[in-house]
């Protein structure tokens, strides 16, 4: 038997995607982004507001990573997920996180953090989907 429950966004679990990226002096930045998801096989959509660093940073640099936050992690990430890096520049190293240079793109990894994704930016869209039913 289906149930309606009217309109909600309702696609979960959600992982936690820790988004790294340079400053513009070259220091790691790393965000917690609340939404993401699969485009393509080889494509993944992040949903970023403009008023945030990262969003800055992906826009100068054209790279990023994207991290899953871990049981182990779930202090650093919530840090550096309320956080902000126009605040707090240095908030990377204030978490204990431990930045080393991307192997694929311009962007940093965590060695705390077990998987990573190394993305290279294809297009920046402003694109709203409304559910319905």
Same mark, same amino acid.
């Given at each position: ?35 993401? $998801?699969?485009?393509?096989? #080889?494509?993944?959509?992040? *949903?970023?507001? @403009?008023?945030? &660093?990262?969003?800055?940073?992906? +826009? ?24 902000? $890096?126009?605040?707090?520049? #240095?908030?990377?190293?204030? *978490?204990?996180? @431990?930045?080393? &240079?991307?192997?694929?793109?311009? +962007? ?24 319905? $039913?």
């Amino acid at each position: 038997m289906k149930k309606d429950f009217g309109v909600k966004n309702w696609i979960f679990p959600m992982p936690v995607l820790m988004i790294g990226t340079y400053n513009e002096d070259g220091t790691a930045d790393m965000m917690n982004a609340a939404w993401g $998801g699969i485009t393509y096989d #080889d494509q993944i959509t992040i *949903c970023i507001g @403009t008023a945030h &660093k990262t969003w800055k940073n992906i +826009a100068a640099r054209k790279s990023f990573t994207v991290a899953f936050g871990t049981a182990e992690t779930v202090r650093q990430c919530d840090y550096l997920g309320i956080t902000s $890096g126009n605040d707090t520049p #240095d908030k990377v190293a204030r *978490c204990g996180f @431990t930045p080393v &240079k991307g192997k694929f793109a311009d +962007a940093p990894v965590m060695e705390e953090l077990p998987l990573v994704l190394e993305c290279e930016l294809v297009s920046m869209d402003k694109a709203l989907c409304k559910v319905v $039913g």
